[in-house]
């Protein structure tokens, strides 16, 4: 098990979690206390992370998503001679 201070998480995260997928632990400390511990969520098989997101998800801490996009309406594009600042006012008004 491996202790790692808040900063030092925030510094090296993408290195912890590799060490977590290797099988380690970290326990996430916030001034010598410890706060939060990852665990890795998948066996080898995958079932664990299959039964890891159904708790997740039917103690409503995430959704599943529909897999579809969100439609964004079109960027606003000032016109030859207009200003940005116009333009971003126009928008606010507008309720865009």
Do not use: C
């Not at 590799?18 to 066996?43: N, W």
């Amino acid at each position: 098990m491996k202790l790692s201070s808040v900063s030092q998480t925030k510094n090296q995260l993408s290195a912890l979690l590799e060490q977590v997928r290797q099988g380690e632990t970290v326990v996430i400390t916030d001034h010598d206390r410890p706060v939060a511990k990852i665990t890795a969520m998948a066996s080898n098989d995958g079932v664990g992370l299959r039964g890891d997101i159904e708790w997740l998800e039917r103690n409503g801490i995430v959704r599943r998503g529909g897999g579809g996009f969100y439609a964004l309406k079109p960027p606003v594009v000032p016109t030859q001679g207009s200003s940005a600042l116009a333009a971003l006012l126009d928008e606010r008004q507008t309720g865009r």
